[in-house]
Nanobody, 115 residues
């Protein structure tokens, strides 16, 4: 069973930075497409960024130019570097692993951006 544990969330002022981490276990990490999603209060969960097993990245328009997703297969970890944070980035951020039709989710980490 795949387990994903996020860390790195917290409270930051607008314009600041945070780096989220997600450590995976129970899977051959390098095979998975990894992603970060977020869910703000009263809104649906939305894609932030994904990185394929080969390292190809895709970003939501809201994340382009500010966020960077990366992975370290040796550490079974995916990262999300978030810069120039805005109050509208406030959400619970979830890590996702996808492989061969199977999706796995972490429990999320809260990011709060104050104005």
């Amino acid at each position: 069973q795949v387990q994903l544990v996020e860390s790195g969330g917290g409270l930051v002022q607008a314009g600041g930075s945070l780096r989220l981490s997600c450590e995976a276990s129970g899977t051959i990490f390098s095979r998975n497409r990894m992603g970060w999603y977020r869910q703000a209060p009263g809104k649906q969960r939305e894609l932030v960024a994904v990185i394929s097993s080969g390292g190809t990245t895709n970003y939501a328009d809201s994340a382009k130019g500010r966020f960077t997703i990366s992975r370290d297969n040796a550490k079974n970890t995916v990262y999300l570097q978030m810069n120039s944070l805005k109050p509208e980035d406030t959400a619970v951020y979830y890590c996702n692993a996808y492989y061969s039709g199977m999706n796995s989710w972490g429990k999320g980490t809260l990011v709060t951006v104050s104005s």
